[in-house]
């Protein structure tokens, strides 16, 4: 019997995709606009930040760029945040680089130096591989841009109180860069904070879920395979029994729990039992309690294959800061969408699209500790997949370029909404409290 040498994979139905994209179309047709029964900014304050924005946007769009050409992966991103750091500089602004516990970070800010405070935040890490295929070259250009242009405002005699701080945040790709900031105070002081992230649609609230990372590691005992396979014990059976009970776990996780995991160290030869084995698991869900639980179930899984096998076991929990969930203020992301609205664009509410298309941001672990938004802005086409070489192709194009202006602008609104409407501030903080108040990120996985 003659078997063929290789073969191709078979490429997935696209009639899931397809059902999504009707049913999205569908929703988008009955949602209701998104609304906010808040003054914000005087019409005044709003009409100079347009035109600051409209005069920054070419040397917005050639930061963007930069970046794009030249991305620098998670705690590198050294020329990023020099560039930020120079372009601020020749608008007068002095930026620290380096504060808050991370070389690559960055802090600027603007106005009295009181509160309110709003704190803008510039992400700028890309991917190994593929570079800008999340976007990160427009959340930092937008960000930087509304901070100017906020301090075009402040320079005025007719100033809002208050303050605006623009926080470079290295290493959100799996390295929690925000959450080490928040630790070393950057956070300290902040009345809300605000981002932008750009998506294939617009929506005000789209679901992030928190995530953990598990490294299990089994210590069997050597033997040879053939001769002697009674004398050993295979840490192998116990990853692979360890990713069977994971598999199974899923059929009874809620809506939205996400468990996915590799073999990082299966053994060296087949005929020696491997004496070390080792996976590496990240796990998500919607909430911190639901996440808390789902780590409880699929901790007791990695332990039972331990027993299961006669193999000995080290669990490593986190060896970087595990994301939360956001908790979006949909206050403040009303006016977002608001102003998008004044830019041609149609921003969705949660629903629209499936929650289930989402992964995680360590933007979640700033939004149990103040007010946040983190809303979706389209630069690509419906269905264009982040973390993939097409979005990138976006981050760097036309759609791109747009969402730089557009989330420069929305940003800077927003801000200037808050600080200027205390009604407004006063709504945003009763929402906060009653969906919990600060939480107590650092040791809310050691109960």
């Not at 009970?245 to 087949?270: C, E, K, S, Y």
């Amino acid at each position: 019997m003659t078997c063929p040498e290789h073969g191709s994979p078979l490429q997935p139905s696209r009639a899931h995709d397809d059902a999504v994209a009707r049913e999205t179309a569908v929703r988008a047709t009955a949602a209701e606009p998104i609304t906010s029964p808040h003054d914000g900014a005087p019409a005044a304050a709003r009409e100079l930040l347009d035109t600051a924005v409209d005069e920054l946007s070419g040397e917005l769009l050639e930061l963007s760029h930069g970046l794009h050409a030249d991305p620098e992966t998670a705690f590198t991103e050294h020329r990023s945040v020099a560039a930020v750091a120079a372009l601020l500089g020749r608008h007068g602004v002095a930026a620290e680089v380096g504060g808050h516990g991370l070389e690559t970070a960055l802090r600027a800010e603007a106005g009295s130096g009181d509160r309110p405070t709003v704190a803008v935040l510039a992400e700028y890490d890309a991917l190994p591989g593929i570079g800008h295929g999340c976007g990160h070259n427009v959340i930092c250009a937008a960000a930087v841009g509304a901070f100017l242009a906020l301090a075009r405002l402040f320079a005025r005699d007719d100033a809002p109180p208050g303050t605006v701080r623009l926080l470079g945040t290295p290493a959100e790709e799996g390295g929690g860069g925000k959450e080490t900031m928040a630790r070393a105070g950057a956070f300290d002081g902040v009345d809300a904070a605000v981002m932008v992230h750009p998506f294939a649609h617009d929506i005000a609230d789209h679901p992030f879920l928190g995530r953990r990372q598990l490294e299990v590691t089994y210590h069997g005992v050597a033997a040879h395979a053939s001769a002697q396979p009674h004398r050993g014990r295979n840490a192998l059976d116990a990853v692979v029994l360890g990713y069977q009970g994971v598999a199974m776990l899923r059929q009874h996780l809620p809506d939205g729990d996400r468990v996915h995991g590799i073999v990082t160290d299966g053994g060296q030869v087949p005929n020696v039992v491997p004496e070390r084995a080792a996976a590496r698991y990240y796990l998500r869900s919607r909430d911190p309690e639901t996440l808390l639980d789902l780590t409880t179930r699929v901790q007791a899984i990695a332990v039972g294959a331990a027993t299961m096998t006669g193999c000995g076991y080290t669990l490593a929990w986190d060896p970087k800061p595990p994301y939360l969930p956001i908790r979006h203020n949909r206050t403040l992301a009303a006016r977002w969408a608001v102003h998008q609205a004044q830019r041609g664009r149609t921003v969705w509410p949660r629903g629209v699209v499936p929650e289930s298309e989402t992964g995680s941001t360590d933007l979640g672990n700033v939004s149990l500790r103040v007010p946040a938004i983190h809303p979706m802005l389209a630069i690509a086409e419906p269905g264009t997949a982040l973390h993939t070489l097409e979005f990138a192709e976006a981050a760097g194009g036309p759609g791109g370029d747009r969402g730089v202006v557009d989330g420069a602008g929305g940003l800077a609104l927003v801000a200037a909404d808050l600080l200027y409407d205390a009604g407004l501030r006063e709504a945003v903080a009763a929402e906060f409290a009653e969906a919990g108040g600060p939480l107590d990120v650092p040791s809310f996985f050691d109960r």
